[in-house]
């Protein structure tokens, strides 16, 4: 049995990756401090899944230092830009000591273990190329507001490539574009979540900016089965994955109010400092090298992510009427 080292096995994409991996017979060890992850992704689990709560920042647990393992895949970050702004400097430890231990690990284990890192499209920046190749260097400013996050990814990489470059560590690196999907945290700040929680509350749904910026979402289920191929691959340079259906924030508000038929009406706020104006992947090389390409459209993906929403709403609307029954007996 094939035994997984994953970090971020608490959080949205994690928790999904462990389930594939557990369904496909792995071994799954998970690590994680509920920083932005939460209990209730690992509950229903099902498989050879065991759990170690664990800052992956600080010194690493002996329970992983002493053990062997095939795959190390390192996804632990805070995500979302709320919390990333809330947690700056957590992000930018997480992405460098995290990874450096991590990869010391795998170079112990003498080329034994493969290493993956979760890196993002964010390492574009505000981009001025359009879509987005692997090719392209970016365009990011290393002091802004976002950099916290950015160059975070983008250091996580260079020290990915030091330990393949200098100790031959086998690495495996994906560019992820915007993800969606169940399991999300409604309190995550993203788009997709505070939309589709707004239109369900029938709450004013806000749009940053007049929503011209674009962003090109791809579902859970397809970022994991490209991970799956790039890990069985012999690929080690960074691939992106996401769907490289392109909206405005506008027309993506709108869709999910029609969805939702929600009578919630629209409201514009401030844009964001650096929010990037563009984004969507060149997946050339990941149809290239992986044979892959997204199958589900934004519609599809987007009523399977309603249908979960639709239950956390339920249960997040009956705790709160049950804490002011409670006050009122
Ligand atoms: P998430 O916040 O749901 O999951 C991240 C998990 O990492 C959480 O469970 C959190 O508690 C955990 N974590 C954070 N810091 C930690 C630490 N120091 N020690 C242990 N655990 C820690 O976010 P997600 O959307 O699932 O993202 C997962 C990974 O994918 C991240 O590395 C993120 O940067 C990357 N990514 C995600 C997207 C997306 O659209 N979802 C896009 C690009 C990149
Ligand atoms: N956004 C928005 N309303 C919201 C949350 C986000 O209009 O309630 C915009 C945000 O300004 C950005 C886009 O939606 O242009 C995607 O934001 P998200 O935080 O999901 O991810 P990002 O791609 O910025 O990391």
Redesign the pocket.
């Known amino acids: 049995m094939k035994r997984v080292l994953l970090t971020g096995a608490a959080g949205f994409v994690g928790s999904h990756l462990a389930q594939r991996l557990l369904d496909e017979g792995f071994e799954v060890v998970g690590v994680d401090n509920f920083c932005t992850g939460r209990k209730q992704n690992l509950a229903d689990l099902k498989g050879s899944f065991s759990f170690i709560e664990a800052d992956v920042s600080k010194p690493l647990p002996l329970e992983l230092t002493q053990q062997s393992w095939d795959w190390v895949m390192h996804f632990a970050s805070p995500?979302?830009?709320?919390k990333y702004f809330a947690l700056p400097v957590e992000t930018m430890l997480v992405n460098a000591e995290g990874t450096r231990q991590l990869l010391e690990l795998c170079k112990q284990s003498q080329g034994r273990t493969k290493f993956f890192y979760a890196s993002t499209?964010?390492v574009y920046g505000d981009p001025l190329v359009h879509p987005q190749p692997e090719a392209y260097w970016g365009h990011v400013n290393s002091i802004g507001v976002r950099s916290i996050y950015d160059e975070a990814k983008r250091y996580g990489e260079a020290m990915t490539y030091a330990y393949h470059r200098t100790f031959q560590v086998d690495v495996r690196v994906i560019r992820i574009f915007?993800t969606y999907g169940p399991k999300m945290d409604p309190e995550d700040?993203?788009?997709?979540?505070?939309?589709m929680f707004?239109a369900l509350r029938g709450d004013p749904?806000?749009?940053?900016?007049d929503?011209s910026?674009t962003?090109s979402f791809q579902y859970v289920a397809d970022l994991v089965e490209g991970i799956m191929r790039l890990m069985r691959s012999s690929y080690v340079w960074p691939v992106n994955l996401g769907n490289p259906e392109e909206f405005t924030?506008l027309e993506?508000?709108k869709k999910v109010q029609a969805l939702i038929q929600a009578k919630s009406q629209l409201t514009f706020?401030i844009?964001?400092e650096d929010?990037?104006k563009q984004?969507k992947p060149d997946i050339t090389l990941a149809q290239r090298e992986l044979g892959w390409s997204p199958r589900f459209k934004l519609d599809e993906g987007l009523r399977m992510t309603l249908a979960y929403f639709q239950q956390e709403f339920q249960s997040m609307s009956k705790l709160s009427h049950d804490r002011i029954d409670q006050r009122t007996v």
Do not use: C, H
């Not at 995500?79 to 709320?82: E, G, L, N, V």
């Not at 700040?189 to 505070?194: I, K």
């Not at 749904?205 to 900016?209: A, L, P």
């Open positions: 995500a979302s830009p709320p499209s964010e915007n700040g993203r788009v997709v979540t505070n939309l707004q749904m806000t749009v940053y900016g929503g910026q962003r924030i993506f508000a706020q844009l964001p929010d990037p984004r």
